[in-house]
C-alpha cells in the first residue's frame, strides 16, 4: 500500500514570495491533515478535511494560508506572502475514520521550508 | 486543556544500554488516547503504538515497552538493548476523541519531542 506523498521535498523561497505544497494521501482515506513542525518542536496541526470539507481550521492563521481538496482526494496548502517564521516542516497525515479516536494518523516524508 | 510534556530534551547513550523516554501529559477527559511516534533523520512520523485510557496493561513489543500509569499520567517509553537505527526523535502525542467521524476534538496534541543518539 503506497504511502502518503508529498512535494516537494525542499523549498527555499524569499519573504513576501508565494509556496504550495502538495500532498497525496493513503487511498480510502477521508481525513486529511496538515501540520506545521518548526524546528525542535511537535507538530501543529493547522488544517482537518473530512473527505472535501473543512473540520478544523482554528489554528490556520488565514491572513496568509490557504488550503483546499477539491475532490477529496489530493490537497494543497498555500502560503501567500510568505513570512520568516513560517521557515518548518510541512507535513501532511490522513487517516481512515473510525468512531472516536481510535484510529491511527499516517504521515507523509514533509516539505522542508526555508524562508530567506 | 490539554497538554503533553516531553522533559528529556536529548538523550544519549551507547549501543545496547536500556534507555526510558518519559511522556506526561494533562488531560480533564476519561477517555483519550495515547501515541508515541518515531521522527528519523529522513523526516517522515512513523507510528509506534497506541493506548487507550482504560487499558492500562504494559505492552511489550520486540526491544521496545510502554508503561502507561494513569495515577501519575504518564506513558513512558523503554528501548531495550538499543541500537544505532533507534537513534530518532520521538513523540508522544494525546488524542481525546470526536463524537464525529474524524471530528474536531480528534486531533493529535504533540510534545515537543525526545532526540535519542545511540552511539556504537
Known amino acids: 500500500e503506497a504511502g502518503v506523498a508529498q512535494s516537494p521535498r525542499y523549498k527555499i523561497i524569499e519573504k513576501r514570495q508565494s509556496v504550495a505544497f502538495w500532498c497525496n494521501p493513503i487511498s480510502g482515506h477521508a481525513t486529511l491533515y496538515w501540520y506545521q513542525q518548526i524546528l525542535g518542536q511537535g507538530p501543529k496541526l493547522l488544517i482537518q478535511f473530512q473527505n472535501n470539507g473543512v473540520v478544523d481550521d482554528s489554528q490556520l492563521p488565514k491572513d496568509r494560508f490557504s488550503a483546499e481538496r477539491l475532490k477529496g482526494v489530493d490537497s494543497t496548502l498555500k502560503i501567500q506572502p510568505a513570512k520568516l517564521e513560517d521557515s518548518a516542516v510541512y507535513l501532511c497525515?490522513?487517516?481512515?475514520?473510525?468512531?472516536?479516536?481510535?484510529?491511527?494518523?499516517?504521515f507523509g516524508p514533509g516539505t522542508r521550508l526555508t524562508v530567506t | 486543556a490539554q497538554k503533553v510534556t516531553q522533559a528529556q530534551t536529548e538523550i544519549s547513550v551507547v549501543e545496547k544500554e536500556d534507555v526510558t523516554l518519559d511522556c506526561v501529559y494533562e488531560?480533564?477527559?476519561?477517555?483519550?488516547?495515547l501515541f508515541w511516534y518515531k521522527q528519523p533523520p529522513s523526516g517522515e512520523l512513523v507510528f509506534l503504538i497506541r493506548?487507550?485510557?482504560?487499558?492500562?496493561q504494559n505492552e511489550i513489543s520486540g526491544r521496545y515497552s510502554w508503561n502507561f500509569q494513569k495515577s501519575t499520567s504518564s506513558f513512558n517509553f523503554t528501548i531495550t538493548a538499543s541500537q544505532v537505527v533507534d537513534s530518532a526523535v520521538y513523540f508522544c502525542?494525546?488524542?481525546?476523541?470526536?463524537?464525529?467521524?474524524?471530528?474536531?476534538?480528534?486531533?493529535?496534541?504533540f510534545g515537543k519531542g525526545t532526540k535519542l543518539s545511540v552511539k556504537p
Open positions: 502525542a494525546l488524542r481525546i476523541p470526536s463524537d464525529n467521524y474524524g471530528g474536531s476534538q480528534g486531533n493529535l496534541i
Open positions: 488531560t480533564r477527559d476519561t477517555t483519550y488516547y
Open positions: 493506548r487507550n485510557s482504560f487499558d492500562e
Open positions: 497525515a490522513s487517516s481512515y475514520p473510525r468512531k472516536g479516536g481510535s484510529y491511527e494518523q499516517y
